[in-house]
């Protein structure tokens, strides 16, 4: 399979998924009436944030798609953080649990911490381009208990 393709599809897919899911959720976002703790951002970051951390998963996959580094463990660890990372906006804003939501998060927090080890072990820069991700997860951790601790 060319390359060129391989890491086209490789970045579609956390692109394509993220922007159906935004849509999903986009008349359900109340973030700008909930109170928010320190530090929280506008609501105008996020989807640029996103589309970028998108765009490096799909790169790092493709990094290792197109080495033929990727093996069940890597596309299971892969495509399990794309699914409960996906599903967070979805309790966070529409059914609205935002405790649920919090440990939720944590759970992607821990696959992710999983997916990056276990990127870096077959291409370090797979791995490493990751990390911005995880930086931004750790940051939306604490913005998801913040928000849920002060609009209980």
Sequence with gaps: ???AWTYIKSILVPVIIGGITGLIISKFIDYNVLQKPPLAPPSVLFPIVWTILYILMGVSYGILKTNNLTDEKINSIYYAQLVVNILWPIFFFVLEWRLFAFFWILLL???VVIMIYRFYNKNKVAG???IPYLIWLVFATYLNLGVY????
Aim: charged share 25%; net charge positive; proline share 0%.
């Design 109 to 111: 927090d821990v696959l």
């Design 149 to 152: 601790l002060l609009n209980k």
């Design 1 to 3: 399979m060319n390359k």
């Design 128 to 130: 490493l381009l990751q």
